[in-house]
């Protein structure tokens, strides 16, 4: 920097208050001092630690002990910190730390997608109010850029669909399933041996987590305001062996899919649909190949067509290098002056119900096996307007099963359909129902 008189001034150094020290707590700490020098060049000016925030101060945890408070906010009011990284986790707890954070006119950097998927809004005004960046690559996705790209690199474009495996355990788990032949709940042990689930898994497998990540993707992909309690939600954990064994017939294979789309409707109204559910996808389609705990996403627009971002969706490191992106982009903007985008929903966009999109479905039925069973079955998909793709048999007498894969149609004609199946005399039981999605018919 040079002054009026034309000497060289050393730039204000950028102070950094980071909030929590798990994984990736951990992770960002080590980085902004082991590569110091190299971040104060991508910056401009040095990147300086002013503390962490922790439950307890403890010697072990490799950082030195002045560095460590248990006050979170003492720490981010102090004037010499000027940007917070949170990286708690929980939603309480941080949703006033954050918020603390940028009324008092810091910039702040979350990896807490439970958070914003439910106060995005209010965090967002906030930082409004105060000029200041809120920035969050790493709460979808871990290390995968999605949340720049659908904010800049494609601000110039229209988003129609971005469709992704945003959570690791699940696909994990479906993987082994697949590979293995391993039933649900010894693909999950293994998962939670390996330490990709949780003790309680519920948040992954039930798509809760899946269904924030949703919740972001859409709001920022749709200009309009989606929070997690918009988003259509269905987990893994009724998908059986016997499903996988019939996806493989026909192609395909199970995947926990977050889905974000515009739809129009017959009226000519634009429509967002934000749902995350278990479906089949044929095993051309690119994120029907991601395996293992990696993670996917693929955006559709209008003038790039189809992008796909693959990469580590969790774990310390991976996530640790979205949030120092961040970081490193915040940082700039207050050496430079200025600020990096802010929240868009202006398009405010009517979150469409379920029953108003149009998907294929997968119906597996429990049959007796004589005259005249398939054609009352197809019947009740006739009745309802449901054209049917392809049927398959698979066993006989006792135990005969009917596959029934649909055409497209509206959910809420699918769902009625499977609601009559149930109540056939020829039908044992409907075994499992599942979407197929990422096929053209
Ligand atoms: N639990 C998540 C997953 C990672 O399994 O992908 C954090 O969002």
Redesign the pocket.
Known sequence: MTTESGTSQAPRPVGVAVLGHGTVGAEVVRIIRDDATDLEARIGAPLELRGVAVRTVSEDRGIPVELLTTDAESLIARDDVDIVVEVIGGIDLPRKLVRAALDAGKSVVTAN?ALLAEYTGELAEAAEAKHVDLYFEAAVA?AIPVIRPLTQSLAGDRVNRVIGI???????ILSAMDETGADYAEALAEAGRLG???ADPT??VEGF?AAS?AAILASIAFHTRVTAGDVYREGISKISAADLTSARALNCNVKLLAICERITTDDGKDKVSARVYPALVPREHPLASVSG?F?AVVVEAEASGRLMFYGQ??GGAP?ASAVMGDLVMAARNRVQGGRGPRESKYADLEIAPMSEIVTRYYVNLQVADRAGVLSAVAAEFAKRGVSISAVRQEGAGNGARLVVLTHRATDEALSSTVAALDELESVTAVTSVLRLEGSAE
């Not at 945003?166 to 994990?172: D, L």
């Open positions: 997608k871990g945003v959570n690791g355990t699940t696909n994990y990709y689930a949780e948040a992954d987590d990540k705990a993670n969706g969790a996530t």
